[in-house]
């Protein structure tokens, strides 16, 4: 775990923090992060998600509101860490954000299901081209599309990651990750559909063609 947690603080450590209309999951402190819930216990968790000898690396575009933003880990939502369905990861023991109802993220619904069902959910890493939270300046829980300058912030904890399990292959999750890791030069294994907007069916068949 310490070597882990080493590796999640390296990579924090490349990207930002306090940047208007960008949100770090693990330097920032979010006004609707429920108590015990901050930027430290976000770094754990994302610790023991990587406390694994990954298969595979699947990287989507940027964190969303109802799912990193909260539990510091991508494609990974407040609901499904409550439910204790996350390798590694004990049930919560309480929330992570003050909403009324946990947040549930229909992608990272998507995600974990199709992993299980494939048995590779112990033997895969989530991440993202870009690592920080691109929201609306007048609405912290909404996302929009990174800037092509906010892209590029990502791209040293990207390389890390890909640098820190050279074994494992890299999956772009949807046509704009596939363009970003392109852009970045990542050589990936293959790209799949997003699971969003009735891709889960696609989402799937593209990834087990690829196992």
Same mark, same amino acid.
């Given at each position: 775990?310490?070597?882990?947690?080493?590796?999640?603080?390296?990579?924090?450590?490349?990207?930002?923090?306090? &940047?208007? $209309?960008?949100?770090?999951?693990?330097?920032?402190?979010?006004?609707?992060?429920?108590?015990?819930?901050?930027?430290?216990?976000?770094?754990?968790?994302?610790?023991?998600?990587?406390?694994?000898?990954?298969?595979? =690396?699947?990287?989507?575009?940027?964190? #969303?509101?109802?799912?990193?933003?909260?539990? $510091? =880990?991508?494609?990974?939502?407040?609901?499904?860490? @409550?439910?204790? /369905?996350?390798?590694? =990861?004990?049930? *919560?023991?309480?929330?992570?954000?003050?909403?009324?109802?946990?947040?549930?993220?229909?992608?990272?619904? %998507?995600?974990? &299901?199709? *992993?299980?069902?494939?048995? %590779?959910?112990?033997?895969?890493?989530?991440?993202?081209?870009?690592?920080?939270?691109?929201?609306?300046?007048?609405?912290?829980?909404?996302?929009?599309?990174?800037?092509?300058?906010?892209?590029?912030? @990502?791209?040293?904890? *990207?390389?890390? *990651?890909?640098?820190?399990?050279?074994?494992? &292959?890299?999956?772009?999750? $949807?046509?704009?990750?596939?363009?970003?890791?392109?852009?970045? #030069?990542? &050589?990936?294994?293959?790209?799949?559909?997003?699971?969003?907007?009735?891709?889960? /069916?696609?989402?799937?068949?593209?990834?087990?063609?690829?196992?």
């Amino acid at each position: 775990m310490e070597s882990r947690l080493s590796l999640a603080r390296s990579l924090v450590a490349t990207l930002p923090a306090g &940047k208007p $209309g960008l949100f770090n999951p693990w330097a920032d402190r979010c006004p609707h992060d429920a108590a015990g819930n901050g930027p430290e216990a976000k770094l754990v968790r994302l610790a023991l998600h990587l406390e694994c000898e990954p298969e595979f =690396i699947l990287a989507g575009e940027a964190p #969303g509101y109802q799912g990193c933003r909260y539990s $510091g =880990i991508a494609f990974t939502s407040e609901r499904l860490l @409550g439910e204790g /369905t996350i390798p590694r =990861i004990p049930a *919560l023991p309480g929330r992570l954000s003050n909403r009324r109802l946990p947040f549930s993220e229909p992608s990272a619904t %998507i995600v974990w &299901k199709t *992993l299980y069902r494939l048995g %590779i959910a112990e033997r895969t890493i989530l991440w993202n081209a870009m690592q920080l939270h691109p929201h609306r300046p007048d609405s912290l829980w909404s996302n929009r599309t990174p800037a092509p300058e906010e892209i590029r912030l @990502g791209e040293p904890a *990207l390389r890390l *990651l890909v640098e820190a399990f050279p074994r494992a &292959k890299i999956v772009a999750v $949807g046509k704009k990750a596939e363009g970003l890791l392109g852009e970045m #030069g990542v &050589k990936v294994a293959g790209a799949v559909r997003h699971p969003a907007n009735g891709g889960a /069916t696609e989402f799937a068949r593209g990834l087990q063609a690829l196992i």
